[in-house]
């Protein structure tokens, strides 16, 4: 079965420490994205890449990085420059020309600062 | 810049019809879409409109109006299990034809017996 999977489900981190999170598709899709979903804020986007080996910065970047060295494969990097990461990410893929073609989501990983 | 509304809470009793409205003002238009999120997991795609008009898929419906920038999500013969958040998104008009969305901040509907 195709999908995008994403892991771990709970992710438990100290202050000050760096932790990944991972995101892997197998629908053949061009385009990713991570997005950060909070209470009452919706789905807010934090990095994307188009293409293998490019990405770009979305709407509140800061304090995370991301690599996109396979098509299949795009890790979200939570640094410790990032002053508020406990939240649920949600990472998702589309083709690149999308079309009426829905992006997919991951079932997402919930993040808690301890 | 980019600005999507949606109302923050509904309810609604089962059986019956419920109407969740969004509008949307954007620098350009290309596309329009609604999720289903229940709590804790991934969104999952419900309807699509691009052009002018209502499209119905079983329960559900999504009309679309370009010149007012609304769209709403019709829910009829209302279930339990509807109980969820619904997210109302714009394909971002800077992004050509991309999977890139701009969301709302989502709808959380609660069904009561």
């Known amino acids: 079965d195709g999908g995008i999977t994403q892991s771990p489900k709970y992710l438990f981190r100290k202050e000050g420490q760096n932790v990944t999170l991972s995101c892997e598709q197998n629908l053949n899709h061009d385009a990713m994205y991570w997005y950060r979903q909070d209470p009452g804020q919706g789905l807010r986007l934090i990095y994307y890449s188009q293409i293998v080996n490019d990405f770009q910065k979305g709407d509140i970047a800061e304090g995370y990085s991301v690599s996109r060295e396979k098509k299949e494969s795009f890790p979200l990097t939570v640094t410790s420059a990032q002053k508020n990461p406990t939240a649920f990410y949600l990472c998702?893929?589309?083709?690149?020309?999308?079309?009426?073609?829905?992006?997919?989501f991951g079932q997402g990983t919930r993040l808690t600062v301890v | 810049g980019q600005n999507i509304d949606q109302p923050t809470e509904m309810t609604a009793t089962e059986g019956a019809i419920v109407q969740i409205n969004c509008t949307y003002q954007?620098?350009?238009?290309?596309?329009l879409f609604w999720y289903q999120q229940h709590a804790g997991e991934a969104p999952t795609f419900l309807s699509y409109n691009v052009l002018d008009g209502l499209e119905e898929k079983g329960r559900f419906s999504s009309f679309l109006s370009r010149s007012k920038g609304y769209s709403y999500l019709l829910l009829k013969e209302l279930q339990m299990k509807d109980s969820a958040s619904y997210l109302c998104a714009v394909r971002d008009p800077d992004s050509g034809n991309t999977g890139k969305l701009i969301f709302g901040q989502g709808t959380t509907l609660q069904v009561k017996p």
């Open positions: 998702a893929s589309s083709p690149h020309r999308a079309g009426n073609t829905e992006a997919f």
């Open positions: 954007t620098s350009g238009f290309n596309g």
